[in-house]
């Protein structure tokens, strides 16, 4: 099967056919290649890794004061990685958030074998490509030995598999929203990810720390369901947010009525 190939079956397979199924039917190469979400799981931070300058750096080193998009590729990846992150640049496209602003993104290869020089040329391309200047110290393309990428993709619950007579990988895709200690907060699969929903997960996983009144509100009324990696409307919670409307209009109707009523009294005691 030729590369492209094995990795569009792989997005196919773990995409849109229920896990369960997915995994009793697809071929051998791809059993137990799966994204399965460890929500809450501390991150190692003392991870030892190699930036793109190919200085040696710790994963802690971008963590502490701003939530973290993590997306685990290889950067010679023939297909499916590559839409990860475009998929994300063109997300991270309609956000009026920066990285590097109000969030940090740490892409780390999970391919032992790729260099400081690899990560350096897909860091020049997609700084290139989200074309905001801030990204240059917000964006971080990391290498790792196989220790420490073994020790991150269990952590996550990324599993993988590597086809040696293709000299490719068998995986799934998404990316992972966390916090600024370390904590998984949010998964999203595929190759796209919803603005909105991106944009509440980083909100989410900063404690409020950005984000706007409106984004608050939307938190109160959008519900992340773990299932489907997605925000969706949390019917209660509108129910609650409606009386809570309800009651303020009916207060300044009342304040309004009660204000008119003194001041025609007050006009016809003048008189």
Not at 75 to 95: A, D, F, I
Not at 120 to 132: D, G, Q, S
Not at 212 to 236: E, I, M, R
Request: proline share 5%.
């Amino acid at each position: 099967m030729k590369p492209h190939l094995v990795a569009l079956c792989v997005f196919v397979s773990l995409w849109f056919i229920p896990s369960a199924l997915a995994q009793s039917t697809l071929p051998p190469m791809l059993k137990g290649v799966a994204l399965n979400q460890k929500l809450n799981a501390q991150l190692p931070l003392d991870l030892e890794l190699k930036d793109e300058t190919g200085h040696a750096v710790h994963l802690g080193d971008y963590f502490g004061k701003k939530p973290v998009i993590l997306t685990l590729v290889y950067y010679q990846c023939p297909m499916l990685c590559t839409y990860v992150l475009n998929g994300l640049v063109s997300s991270l496209r309609v956000l009026s958030f920066d990285v590097g602003k109000e969030f940090e993104i740490v892409t780390v290869s999970f391919d032992s074998r790729e260099t400081a020089s690899l990560a350096a040329a897909k860091k020049t391309h997609y700084l290139k490509e989200y074309n905001r200047p801030e990204a240059v110290n917000g964006w971080h393309f990391l290498t790792a030995d196989q220790q420490a990428i073994d020790r991150l993709t269990r952590t996550v619950g990324f599993l993988y598999k590597y086809d040696p007579k293709q000299d490719q990988f068998a995986h799934a895709s998404g990316i992972m929203v966390v916090t600024p200690q370390g904590r998984l907060a949010r998964y999203f699969y595929g190759v796209e990810y919803p603005p909105r929903d991106l944009r509440l997960a980083l909100v989410e996983a900063s404690e409020n720390k950005i984000g706007s009144l409106a984004d608050q509100v939307l938190l109160f009324c959008f519900h992340y369901d773990p299932a489907t990696g997605k925000y969706g409307a949390y019917a209660l919670n509108l129910v609650r947010l409606g009386g809570i409307v309800t009651v303020l209009c009916l207060g300044f109707f009342i304040f309004r009525s009660r204000y008119k009523e003194k001041d025609v009294t007050t006009k016809a005691q003048r008189h």
